[in-house]
């Protein structure tokens, strides 16, 4: 069976070492010595200030809307996984969907000043697949209107911006480290922001409101995370290069063999160093599509349609028309990728499409 994805598997010894340490110490999680080797370590690296290590990617966006106190309206994308709106909701904010610009598959920036009303107070755009939204004309409308921007950066992990880490950019910006991400912790996730006293508040948010032992700075949730999880971290973090370059050449692999006028790709934005975290494809129908898919399906290969559906048919919610983002998300196709995908599984899958889509 092939998979869309698989997650990272570093040495099984290079795991169980970091464990072996764990026993050793008897700590297990709050604020552990390996939660704040990897938090540091991720910090250098990205050449960000302020990182947040935390449980998962859906409790950091839920952080960021809480610690920036957003109520009303908020303009967010319907192209992105699921955790995107519903963490709006759950905040009790009210999610404003703006289309798509149909190239990049991100929000349309040149849409979004028409959809702020007296009640919007943030923007919450996803930089989809890895690759980063129209970021300074984003900023420039925020800043217009007095808006918030918090980035769902949940695909970018490595992925640059005008020569530094995406992870810059916005008021806040938040990452997944689930297992199915270009790096992970099993489970895991981050928020990143630029702003100290900002990042302070989220540290005492994320561990109870805690600011000393006996002692409460604001109200809080327990969304910290363990020793366990930080191994795991470390454990792959020794491999992020050859993961990120495994990506990069199995993507140019498709990019050059799966030539076809019924396939398009993503347009990465200018100004962005695309990480290679996804392969998406965008066929000419939802038919063709269909197609592909049956005829992957009967050699026991899985791709995904990530995302679909749009996220503006979510049952919860009102339906605001994104016909951009509807016709996308019929014909989007995400490809097998992943760090032991071998060349022989891309060319059967580059087979059955080209022969799919010939008719043959
Ligand atoms: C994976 C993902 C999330 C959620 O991250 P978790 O760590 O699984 O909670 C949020 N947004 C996007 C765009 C994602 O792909």
């Given at each position: 069976?092939?998979?869309?994805?698989?997650p990272?598997?570093?040495?099984?010894?290079?795991?169980?070492?970091?464990?072996?340490?764990?026993?050793?110490?008897?700590?297990?999680?709050?604020?552990?010595?390996?939660?704040?080797?990897?938090?540091?370590?991720?910090?250098?690296y990205?050449?960000?200030n302020?990182?947040?290590?935390?449980?998962?990617?859906t409790?950091?966006?839920?952080?960021?809307i809480?610690?920036?106190?957003l109520?009303g309206e908020?303009?967010?994308?319907p192209?992105?996984?699921v955790?995107?709106?519903?963490?709006?909701?759950w905040?009790?904010c009210?999610?404003?969907?703006?289309?798509?610009?149909?190239a990049?598959?991100?929000?349309?920036?040149?849409?979004?000043?028409?959809?702020i009303?007296?009640?919007?107070?943030?923007?919450?755009?996803?930089?989809c697949?890895?690759n980063?939204?129209?970021?300074?004309?984003i900023?420039?409308?925020?800043?217009?209107?007095g808006?918030?921007?918090i980035?769902?950066?949940?695909?970018c992990f490595?992925?640059?911006?005008?020569?530094?880490?995406?992870?810059?950019?916005?008021?806040?910006?938040?990452?997944?480290?689930?297992?199915?991400?270009v790096?992970?912790?099993?489970?895991?996730?981050?928020?990143?922001?630029?702003?100290?006293?900002l990042?302070?508040?989220m540290g005492?948010m994320?561990?109870?409101?805690?600011?000393?032992?006996?002692?409460?700075?604001?109200?809080?949730?327990?969304?910290?995370?363990?020793?366990?999880?930080?191994?795991m971290?470390l454990?792959?973090?020794?491999?992020?290069?050859?993961?990120?370059?495994?990506?990069?050449s199995?993507?140019?692999?498709?990019l050059d063999?799966l030539?076809s006028?019924?396939i398009?790709f993503?347009?990465?934005?200018?100004?962005?160093t695309?990480?290679y975290?996804?392969?998406?494809?965008?066929f000419?129908?939802?038919?063709?599509l269909?197609q592909?898919?049956?005829?992957?399906?009967r050699?026991?290969?899985?791709?995904?349609?990530?995302?679909?559906?749009?996220?503006?048919?979510?049952?919860?919610?009102?339906k605001?028309?994104?016909?951009?983002?509807?016709?996308?998300?019929?014909r989007?196709?995400?490809?097998?990728?992943y760090?032991?995908?071998?060349?022989?599984?891309q060319d059967?899958?580059?087979?059955i499409?080209?022969?799919t889509?010939?008719?043959?």
């Amino acid at each position: 069976m092939i998979p869309v994805t698989k997650p990272f598997l570093p040495p099984k010894e290079q795991y169980i070492k970091f464990v072996d340490d764990i026993f050793a110490r008897n700590w297990l999680t709050n604020n552990g010595p390996l939660v704040n080797k990897l938090e540091s370590e991720l910090r250098d690296y990205l050449q960000v200030n302020n990182l947040l290590y935390l449980t998962n990617g859906t409790v950091a966006i839920q952080l960021a809307i809480k610690v920036l106190d957003l109520q009303g309206e908020i303009i967010t994308t319907p192209f992105s996984y699921v955790a995107t709106t519903s963490s709006i909701a759950w905040e009790q904010c009210h999610p404003v969907f703006v289309d798509i610009d149909a190239a990049t598959c991100n929000i349309d920036a040149s849409r979004i000043e028409a959809a702020i009303t007296d009640k919007t107070t943030a923007i919450l755009a996803t930089h989809c697949f890895g690759n980063a939204c129209e970021i300074d004309q984003i900023q420039e409308v925020a800043d217009r209107h007095g808006l918030r921007v918090i980035y769902d950066a949940a695909h970018c992990f490595a992925t640059n911006y005008k020569g530094q880490s995406i992870f810059n950019y916005g008021d806040i910006s938040t990452t997944s480290f689930h297992a199915t991400k270009v790096f992970h912790t099993t489970e895991g996730g981050a928020v990143f922001c630029r702003d100290k006293a900002l990042a302070d508040r989220m540290g005492f948010m994320r561990n109870f409101g805690h600011d000393g032992p006996e002692r409460f700075a604001e109200v809080g949730i327990n969304a910290k995370n363990s020793e366990f999880h930080a191994a795991m971290g470390l454990a792959v973090f020794n491999h992020i290069e050859e993961i990120l370059a495994r990506r990069k050449s199995q993507s140019l692999y498709y990019l050059d063999k799966l030539k076809s006028p019924d396939i398009r790709f993503i347009e990465i934005t200018e100004g962005c160093t695309f990480n290679y975290a996804y392969f998406p494809v965008i066929f000419s129908s939802e038919g063709k599509l269909l197609q592909c898919i049956e005829q992957l399906n009967r050699r026991r290969i899985f791709p995904r349609r990530y995302f679909y559906p749009s996220l503006s048919d979510l049952p919860y919610l009102e339906k605001q028309p994104t016909p951009i983002c509807d016709d996308i998300s019929s014909r989007v196709l995400c490809l097998p990728l992943y760090h032991t995908l071998a060349r022989e599984v891309q060319d059967l899958v580059i087979e059955i499409i080209r022969e799919t889509l010939s008719g043959e």
